[in-house]
């Protein structure tokens, strides 16, 4: 019984590594370089893709004039990185995803995603007066705690904290 419960564990080990997920998105050893999506540079944006299985990879967006049939196509590069670079939009946040061979696929280089009803879509922030309040504070304020004394208690109140 024993043998049967070890030989089932080490198959199932097995099994679950030969599933493993390359990580060439995320860590790129050696000397490669680091592959940035998106890249918001002087007035341009450019989005990029390691998929070099795709046959044909499209970028659509909420900035587009008909984003549910209109898509831009990507330019099949070296390495099997798909890239297009476009004039940016006006600054706000937008939402964007890829169509790898006709299926949606989010950017794994973009961990900042929103959820629009039943699908996750990536986040695309162009800096400007519309979308400044979209970044974290640089000034932080302090939160305080007024206690009053309520005759309905009928005991006394802690006293006040204050936290920063």
């Not at 080990?13 to 998105?25: H, K």
């Amino acid at each position: 019984m024993k043998r049967l419960f070890s030989f089932l564990a080490v198959a199932l080990l097995a099994m679950t590594s030969l599933s493993g997920q390359e990580l060439a998105n995320f860590a790129r050893g050696g000397n490669a370089p680091r592959i940035v999506s998106p890249e918001v540079k002087e007035g341009k944006v450019t989005f990029r893709l390691n998929a070099n299985y795709a046959t044909r990879v499209q970028l659509s967006g909420n900035w587009l004039a008909d984003p549910r049939t209109g898509a831009i196509d990507m330019v099949k590069g070296e390495g099997g990185i798909w890239e297009v670079t476009i004039d940016a939009p006006e600054p706000e946040i937008y939402t964007y995803n890829f169509i790898v061979d006709g299926v949606s696929v989010n950017d794994p280089l973009n961990d900042k995603v929103q959820r629009d009803g039943t699908r996750y879509l990536n986040m695309l922030f162009i800096p400007g007066e519309r979308s400044e309040n979209y970044y974290e504070a640089k000034n932080h304020g302090s939160v305080t705690f007024r206690w009053y004394d309520s005759p309905s208690l009928s005991r006394p109140l802690p006293s006040p904290r204050r936290w920063r």
